[in-house]
């Protein structure tokens, strides 16, 4: 496990300081849940006091605690993720204006 630590910056101004990197987890001390990340992962800034990155469009795929710690998985929605929502998404705006039943 890395000693650096990274700042997570959400949307909603949200911030998660000092926590840890295993793998792709995550990991702090400050309580949180799966719920705390609804609708505020777009965008996200990841930042370990080095390297600053966005990104753009994240979803909190878990959020496990163990001990004291919580353990945090976030994942990016990659660009055909977002174009089939948008697709289903018109496909039933179109369905329900013309009165088709899917």
């Given at each position: 496990?890395?000693?650096?630590?990274?700042?997570?910056?959400?949307?909603?101004?949200?911030?998660?300081?000092?926590?840890?990197?295993?793998?792709?987890?995550?990991?702090?001390r400050m309580e949180v849940s799966k719920d705390t990340f609804a609708d505020i992962c777009s965008p996200v800034i990841?930042?370990?006091?080095?390297?600053?990155?966005?990104?753009?469009?994240?979803?909190?795929?878990?959020?496990?605690?163990?001990?004291?710690?919580?353990?945090?998985?976030?994942?990016?929605?990659?660009?055909?993720?977002?174009?089939?929502?948008?697709?289903?998404?018109?496909?039933?705006?179109?369905?329900?204006?013309?009165?088709?039943?899917?």
């Amino acid at each position: 496990m890395e000693d650096r630590k990274y700042t997570l910056t959400f949307a909603s101004g949200f911030v998660i300081e000092e926590a840890r990197l295993n793998g792709n987890n995550f990991i702090t001390r400050m309580e949180v849940s799966k719920d705390t990340f609804a609708d505020i992962c777009s965008p996200v800034i990841i930042d370990n006091g080095e390297v600053k990155e966005t990104h753009p469009c994240m979803e909190c795929v878990q959020v496990t605690k163990n001990a004291d710690e919580y353990w945090i998985v976030l994942r990016d929605i990659t660009d055909s993720e977002r174009a089939a929502v948008k697709l289903r998404s018109d496909v039933e705006y179109l369905a329900m204006m013309t009165g088709v039943e899917l």
